[in-house]
């Protein structure tokens, strides 16, 4: 079974930093892209960011771009999203999903499992 | 960028009636290698999104025959057959041809 578990969402300062992750397992974790999409509170989805499955191509959504920084390890099935200068808007649930294809363009791409996410709140 | 419109935005509906939720992208979604990239997937009160559909009209693993989805460039359609109870949430369509882009959501409720 899939399992995607997001951890790190915090209330942090606008202007902050925050570092979220996403355990993977029941999957090999190295065959598939990942990516990070986010849930403003009460609003729809907003993808963010994709990673290939060995870490070498990213994107970023332009709302991200130049802030935030997608990676993984996959020597402990994992994914991370590190979230610089952070804003109000960024306030989100962010979840983690696996991708159906191991990198951008190799295919039809689409998160087909979702995590229960992790909630990132920017106050002051 | 590619934007998705939706229509309707929200859609009551009786038990064991159909529902038809419509979205529109703004290109064409149709890619080089024959497949159209346009996906569904249902958010449940309190749930992380579940993909339904995959390319225009594939049910993903699990997902009941009465879900189904048609089109073609950058017209789509979703259609239950026989709403349920368990069908409640709000319905996305997803473009992943550049990039990805999901629609506003159609919130779907039981009358």
């Known amino acids: 079974e899939v399992q995607l578990v997001e951890s790190g969402g915090v209330v942090v300062q606008p202007g902050g930093s925050l570092r979220l992750s996403c355990a993977a397992s029941?999957?090999?974790?190295?065959?598939?892209?990942m990516h990070w999409v986010r849930q403003a509170p009460g609003k729809g989805l907003e993808w963010v960011s994709l990673?290939?499955?060995?870490?070498?191509?990213?994107y970023y959504a332009d709302s991200v771009k130049g802030r935030f920084t997608i990676s993984r390890d996959n020597s402990k099935n994992s994914l991370y999203l590190q979230m610089n200068s952070l804003r109000a808007e960024d306030t989100a649930l962010y979840y983690c999903?696996?991708?159906?294809?191991?990198?951008?363009?190799?295919?039809?791409?689409?998160?087909?499992?979702w995590g229960q996410g992790t909630l990132v709140t920017v106050s002051s | 960028d590619i934007v998705m419109t939706q229509t309707p935005l929200s859609l009551s509906v009786t038990p064991g009636q159909p529902a038809s939720i419509s979205c529109k992208s703004s290109?064409?979604?149709?890619?080089?290698?024959?497949?159209?990239?346009l996906y569904w997937y249902l958010q449940k009160p309190g749930q992380s999104p579940q993909l339904l559909i995959y390319e225009v009209s594939n049910r993903f693993s699990g997902v009941p025959d009465r879900f189904s989805g048609s089109g073609s460039g950058t017209d789509f359609t979703l259609k239950i057959s026989r709403v349920e109870a368990e069908d409640v949430g709000v319905y996305y369509c997803?473009?992943?041809?550049?990039?990805?882009?999901f629609g506003q959501g159609t919130k779907v409720e039981i009358k």
């Open positions: 997803m473009q992943s041809i550049q990039l990805w882009t």
């Open positions: 290109q064409s979604l149709l890619h080089s290698d024959g497949k159209t990239y």
């Open positions: 029941g999957f090999t974790f190295d065959d598939y892209a």
């Open positions: 999903a696996k991708d159906m294809t191991y990198y951008y363009g190799s295919g039809s791409s689409m998160p087909d499992y």
């Open positions: 990673i290939s499955w060995d870490g070498g191509s990213t």
